[in-house]
């Protein structure tokens, strides 16, 4: 189901909020046109204001030639999304299980002027898509698989300049928060001591949170 921009929206700002590790680019596609295409397909649908696109996950997992293409295009990598006022458009791109957590915020921004569009990897279970219209109870006018959405936009002439910002590379995890233009900083502080024991300490808060949330049999 993909639907055009409805009037309100056509000239607000879009963010896109895209999660490498739960959606990584499938095989085949080169990382420095995944901006362009997000680009071309949103603009294909009406979205016309400004765009941003961050790239969010555990970035020590991410290669670092897919890093270095991803910002060349303009592409902020953060550890937490760039939020727009509303009305916006929103886009996730993540698998089901992270967008099923965050349901309840995005009905909630529903409410509040924004416009969620979605991109996952695989078909959605059965349990997601009971209203084709609102999977995980998020109102959403467009959604795709992230393959197929790669796949609608070809080889695009020309593109939006995406948004400007201070700093194109963030990580708020650490004690001391880092932010720098340069690919060579951000890449030697996610090797630096503080930054490797923060992300060991978060990661292992998120296995015994998943631990308590296992159902007992």
């Not at 296995?207 to 159902?215: C, D, F, I, L, N």
Request: hydrophobic fraction near 35%.
């Amino acid at each position: 189901m993909v639907k055009e921009a409805a009037p309100e929206y056509v000239n607000s700002p879009t963010g896109v909020w895209w999660n490498m590790n739960r959606c990584p680019i499938p095989d085949g596609y080169d990382a420095c046109q995944v901006g362009p295409r997000i680009d071309m397909v949103l603009k294909s649908l009406g979205y016309s204001g400004p765009l941003t696109i961050t790239a969010v996950g555990d970035l020590e997992d991410i290669p670092v030639d897919v890093l270095r293409a991803l910002s060349s295009t303009g592409i902020l990598i953060r550890d937490i999304p760039h939020v727009n006022q509303p009305p916006a458009t929103v886009m996730l791109i993540s698998d089901d299980l992270d967008l099923e957590a965050m349901s309840d915020h995005f009905c909630e921004n529903y409410e509040e002027g924004y416009n969620t569009l979605l991109a996952y990897p695989h078909a959605l279970p059965k349990k997601y898509v009971a209203n084709p219209e609102k999977p995980f109870d998020i109102v959403t006018p467009a959604q795709w698989l992230w393959d197929n959405f790669l796949k609608d936009a070809m080889d695009p002439q020309e593109t939006r300049r995406l948004e400007c910002f201070d700093n194109l590379f963030k990580c708020r995890s650490c004690r001391c928060p880092f932010a720098s233009q340069s690919f060579e900083e951000f890449t030697d502080h996610l090797q630096c001591r503080d930054h490797i024991v923060k992300g060991f300490k978060i990661k292992e808060e998120m296995k015994r949170y998943k631990e308590k949330k296992q159902p007992n049999f």
